[in-house]
């Protein structure tokens, strides 16, 4: 009766351990972190960089509206203007326009009746409460 010594001790079992498929999974996801990680920087940069771009336009839009204004009623008509988030109105679009849901913007017109000449137009533009965008333009007589 002969028996394989080596056979009877060791079986060969294909496969992981536990342990060794743990570690393989904790590097794998430092791995993809690593990798991963950048893109979503990216995209919260294009997001930021398209919120200001779109602040920009609304910003300028309003500021054409207030020099199309006679000058004699722009002060009275701008001055402490403010469309509130979610109520902008740009070239017919309605108030709760999808594409303005989190923007805002309000206006200020200084003007000195010593020299009234000129009237000063400032507006900012909100995104989530945030100035993105500002322009200011001397409006003349």
Not at 16 to 45: C, D, H, N, Q, R
Not at 60 to 68: C, H, Q, R, S, Y
Not at 73 to 95: C, L, M, N, S
């Amino acid at each position: 009766m002969t028996t394989d010594r080596t056979r009877r001790t060791t079986a060969v079992r294909p496969g992981f351990t536990l342990a060794e498929a743990t570690l393989a999974m904790v590097l794998l996801g430092i791995a993809a972190a690593g990798v991963l990680l950048p893109f979503s920087g990216g995209a919260a940069a294009q997001a930021e960089g398209a919120h200001r771009t779109l602040g920009a336009v609304l910003a300028n839009d309003l500021i054409e509206w207030i020099a199309g204004t006679p000058f004699d009623e722009i002060v009275g008509r701008y001055d402490g203007w403010e469309e509130t988030e979610g109520q902008i109105q740009v070239g017919g679009a309605t108030p709760g326009d999808s594409r303005y849901a989190h923007f805002s913007r309000e206006a200020t017109c200084a003007w000195d009746p010593a020299q009234d000449f000129f009237i000063l137009a400032t507006v900012t533009v909100r995104y989530q409460g945030r100035p993105v965008a500002t322009i200011q333009r001397l409006i003349g007589k």
